[in-house]
Antibody, heavy 121, light 107 residues
Framework: QVQLVQSGAEVKKPGASVKVSCEASGYTFVSYAINWVRQAPGQGLEWMGWISIYNAKTKYAQKFQGRVTMTTDTSTSTAYMELRSLRSDDTAVYYC??????????????WGPGTLVTVSS | DIQMTQSPSSLSASVGDRVTITCRASQSISTYLNWYQQKPGQAPTILIYAVSSLQSGVPSRFSGSGSGTEFTLTISSLQPEDFATYFCQQCYSPPRTFGQGTKVEIK
């Protein structure tokens, strides 16, 4: 079945970087884009950006421009999200999500289990 | 950016109740509107995409409607497993914004 497996929880100090991985299985990796969404404790969902696996084209939310980089390794069907210059308000669960598309909408399915990133001095 | 506003932010309901959640977009998003369910400690899952298309495996008590800027998620008869938080999302243009969520709690 289609599955996204993410790397384990991380604890980082302010100013550091974190790189979260997302390994896909059960489908043709290059055929679907991957999005990254984060959720701060007790808060809503925040879209961070998107990467096309086919051509590595990216689109980042304005809020994260210059601080985030999304990449892929097609040889291992893995997507990566690196966030730099971490602050305490970056503490959140980070999800990778496959994007599906049709003629009348795109949608996110499935979601990875999430990776908790804690930023604390 | 397109803003998505859900109402109410929370509601209390009993098993068997009919529940309606509204999502309003700051501009027309055509049919690019999806609904997700999130249970505590879990990742969200897709319920409905393209306004009214039920994801495979989702019970038929869930339905979606609307167009343009105003959309609705309806649970026809609330079941114990439906107590969760529901998010709408627009995929019309980036950033792919979400509503703030509606928490459905047991009365």
């Amino acid at each position: 079945q289609v599955q996204l497996v993410q790397s384990g929880a991380e604890v980082k100090k302010p100013g550091a970087s974190v790189k979260v991985s997302c390994e896909a299985s059960g489908y043709t990796f290059v055929s679907y884009a991957i999005n990254w969404v984060r959720q701060a404790p007790g808060q809503g969902l925040e879209w961070m950006g998107w990467i096309s696996i086919y051509n590595a084209k990216t689109k980042y939310a304005q809020k994260f421009q210059g601080r985030v980089t999304m990449t892929t390794d097609t040889s291992t069907s893995t997507a990566y999200m690196e966030l730099r210059s971490l602050r305490s308000d970056d503490t959140a669960v980070y999800y990778c999500v496959r994007e599906r598309g049709g003629t009348t909408s795109d949608w996110f399915d499935p979601w990875g289990p999430g990776t908790l990133v804690t930023v604390s001095s | 950016d397109i803003q998505m506003t859900q109402s109410p932010s929370s509601l209390s309901a009993s098993v068997g109740d009919r529940v309606t959640i509204t999502c309003r977009a700051s501009q027309s998003i055509s049919t690019y509107l999806n609904w997700y369910q999130q249970k505590p400690g879990q990742a969200p899952t897709i319920l409905i995409y393209a306004v009214s298309s039920l994801q495979s495996g989702v019970p038929s008590r869930f339905s979606g409607s609307g167009s343009g800027t105003e959309f609705t998620l309806t649970i026809s008869s609330l079941q114990p497993e439906d107590f969760a938080t529901y998010f709408c999302q627009q995929c019309y243009s980036p950033p792919r914004t979400f509503g703030q969520g509606t928490k459905v709690e047991i009365k």
